[in-house]
C-alpha cells in the first residue's frame, strides 16, 4: 500500500544533542510538510516544500532545518533540541493537483524526547 | 489573527448515538475545510472535505455541515461506536497558499 513512513518512531535525545528525523513517501506526492504537535494542541506547520522549493513558516525556529533529496525523502534536522522542542513531529504529503484544498496524508509520527 | 476553536473538553457519548462536534473560526473566509481523525500517537487521517459553497456533507455514518455566516462547522458521527473513539481534528485552507490550520480537536469518548 502507497503510505507515508516516519522514522524512527521513537527518539531519545539529550539537550543540545543534534538529532535528525526522517521521512519516506511512496505516494509520489509533490509537496511534504513537517508539522510539531505537542500534546493536546493542533498540528503547527514548520516547513514545507513544493517539489524542490523550501518553504518556511515566518515563525519556526531557526533551529530546525529540513532537506528534501529527492521526492521520496525528506528530512527534519534539529541542530540543537532544547526541552521545548519535545513533541510529535509528523510528516505528511499531498498531491500537486490537490494543492488549493489540500488532503493530506500523515506518517505515523516520531514522538521525540530530549533529556 | 486567524483562529479556530474546537471543544477541549472531551466528548462522553452512549454507543448507538449521534456524536456532534464543533469547529468555529474567526479572522477567515475558508474556501474549504477539512476533517479529520486522529487516534493516540498516531498521525492525523484524513475524513472529509467540504467547499465553502456546500451546506452538507456525507460519507457513510459522516456529516458535515459548512455555515459560512456564522463560521461554523458541525461534524456529526450517527449511530456511535466504542471504534469510533478518538481526536476529530478540523482544519481550513489558508488562501490560496495550500497550507493548513488545525484545531487543537474534540477528543471523542463512545462507551459500549
Known amino acids: 500500500d502507497a503510505m507515508v513512513i516516519q522514522n524512527p518512531r521513537y527518539q531519545v535525545t539529550q539537550f543540545g544533542k543534534p538529532v535528525t528525523l526522517s521521512c519516506s513517501q511512496t505516494l509520489n506526492h509533490n509537496v511534504m510538510y513537517w508539522y510539531q504537535q505537542k500534546s493536546s494542541q493542533a498540528p503547527k506547520l514548520l516547513f514545507h516544500y513544493y517539489d524542490k522549493d523550501f518553504n518556511n513558516e515566518a515563525d519556526t525556529p531557526d533551529n530546525f532545518q529540513s532537506r528534501r533529496p529527492n521526492t521520496s525523502f525528506c528530512f527534519l534536522d534539529i541542530r540543537s533540541p532544547g526541552l521545548g522542542d519535545a513533541a510529535m513531529y509528523l510528516c505528511?504529503?499531498?498531491?500537486?493537483?490537490?494543492?488549493?484544498?489540500?488532503?493530506?496524508?500523515f506518517g505515523p509520527g516520531t514522538r521525540l524526547t530530549v533529556l | 489573527s486567524q483562529k479556530i476553536e474546537q471543544n477541549s473538553e472531551a466528548l462522553n457519548i452512549q454507543e448507538g448515538k449521534t456524536a456532534t462536534l464543533t469547529c468555529n473560526y474567526t479572522?477567515?473566509?475558508?474556501?474549504?475545510l477539512q476533517w479529520y481523525r486522529q487516534d493516540p500517537g498516531r498521525g492525523p487521517v484524513f475524513l472529509l472535505l467540504?467547499?465553502?459553497?456546500?451546506k452538507e456533507k456525507r460519507k457513510e455514518r459522516l456529516k458535515v455541515t459548512f455555515d459560512t455566516t456564522l463560521k461554523q462547522s458541525l461534524f456529526h458521527i450517527t449511530a456511535s461506536q466504542p471504534a469510533d473513539s478518538a481526536t476529530y481534528l478540523c482544519?481550513?485552507?489558508?488562501?490560496?497558499?495550500?497550507?493548513?490550520?488545525f484545531g487543537q480537536g474534540t477528543t471523542l469518548q463512545v462507551k459500549p
Open positions: 479572522n477567515y473566509s475558508p474556501a474549504y
Open positions: 467540504i467547499r465553502e459553497n456546500e
Open positions: 482544519a481550513l485552507v489558508r488562501g490560496n497558499t495550500g497550507k493548513l490550520i
Open positions: 505528511a504529503t499531498s498531491r500537486e493537483g490537490a494543492y488549493l484544498y489540500n488532503e493530506q496524508f
